[in-house]
């Protein structure tokens, strides 16, 4: 990664996990802008960091994201693996900074993991009181120690900068299309928009938020998509979460926001800890779709590991967006 930094390329997105099959490997994908001429001015001391924690520890990772935004640098990418280096542990919690400025970067972050706990909802509210609002989730859906298949272990990111405003949630979830919208223009009413979402295999969850002392300032039209195939139609507006869902997909869109247009990419990648001296046939052929839709102005916004692949590969979803032309 350090290599490919000083190279020109930037973190674009981290691959997270999908299914309670977790990798062994942690998925970076990098853009590089074409010419270079076309690139931004370069950081001084470009670089990156990778952070680990274990489930048991993930809280832990605040000092070392704090510590980073002191030093100019941003977080990339979050994501879970199966427990690294024989630490015992139910899984390992993994983040990717990049260095975007060689002063602080003025943003506070929070850790926190919940385990569908009474408790650990109670520490997301008292980090969103105190302006810490919801950036990034990663989960691990329905692992084998819950007995509930729709539950999730999630690890949510929140940050707080000089704007930020206390702020209370509201979670919505469900299985189909109509009652997830339905719920979600419920909390909208209420001046609710949404923050986070995330999936297990029967339903997606969406966490929406208000400031404490009134709506939220931006009006929104939500609607779900849902769909056979893995895709997103631009013309339901904003693409806000896309995840595989039983036997199709569920799509979060804003209608109010169509400057943007989508395309993704479906692959495969080495999923081991073995050193790869020469990259297979199928991790080329992910490079060259993702560069083809690079040619035409696209960047990866999220990635997405799935469980299903030949062995020792894995599958992996990408998702694109450029501005709509």
């Known amino acids: 990664l350090r290599r490919l930094t000083r190279e020109g390329h930037t ?37 990156v960091r990778v952070v680990t924690a274990t489930a048991d520890t993930a809280e832990e990772l605040e000092a070392d994201l704090n510590a980073g935004a002191a030093q100019g640098f941003t977080p990339c ?25 060689t002063a602080p970067t003025g943003v506070g972050y929070r850790v926190v993991r919940s385990r569908a706990r009474r408790e650990d909802w109670a520490r997301l509210e008292r980090a969103a009181a105190d302006g810490f609002i919801v950036s990034r989730v990663v989960t691990w859906p329905a ?32 299985g189909n299309g109509p009652a997830l919208e339905k719920d979600i223009a419920k909390a909208v009413a209420k001046g609710y928009c949404a923050q986070a979402a995330w999936a297990t295999a029967e339903r997606m969850s969406v966490l929406l938020a208000k400031p404490i002392d009134g709506p939220c300032a931006t009006p929104h039209d939500y609607e779900i998509e849902e769909s056979s195939r893995f895709t997103v139609n631009a013309a339901d507006g904003e693409l806000l979460a896309l995840f595989r869902i039983k036997d199709g997909t569920m799509a979060l869109h804003d209608g109010r926001n ?42 990866p916004v999220d990635v997405t590991w799935r469980e299903t ?16 032309q």
């Open 258 to 299: 169509r400057a943007v247009e989508y395309s993704t990419v479906e692959g495969m990648l080495i999923d081991g800890g073995e050193r790869v001296f020469r990259l297979p046939r199928e991790h080329r052929e992910l490079i060259d779709k993702l560069d083809a839709d690079g040619g035409r102005g696209y960047l």
């Open 11 to 47: 973190c674009a997105a981290v691959a997270k996990p999908s299914g309670p099959g977790l990798s062994s490997s942690v998925a970076v994908i990098l853009s590089k802008p074409t010419p270079p001429s076309a690139a931004p001015p370069a950081v001084a001391g470009a670089d």
């Open 143 to 174: 692992p084998a120690n819950m007995a509930a298949a729709n539950t999730s272990e999630i690890v949510f990111l929140a940050e707080k900068t000089a704007t930020s405003k206390p702020t209370r949630y509201e979670l919505v979830f469900a």
């Open 77 to 101: 990418g979050l994501t879970l693996t199966a427990p690294m280096w024989g630490r015992p542990s139910a899984y390992g919690v993994v983040a990717v900074l990049a260095r975007t400025s």
């Open 309 to 324: 692949g030949p062995r020792g590969m894995r599958a992996i979803d990408v998702i694109l967006s450029r501005p709509r």
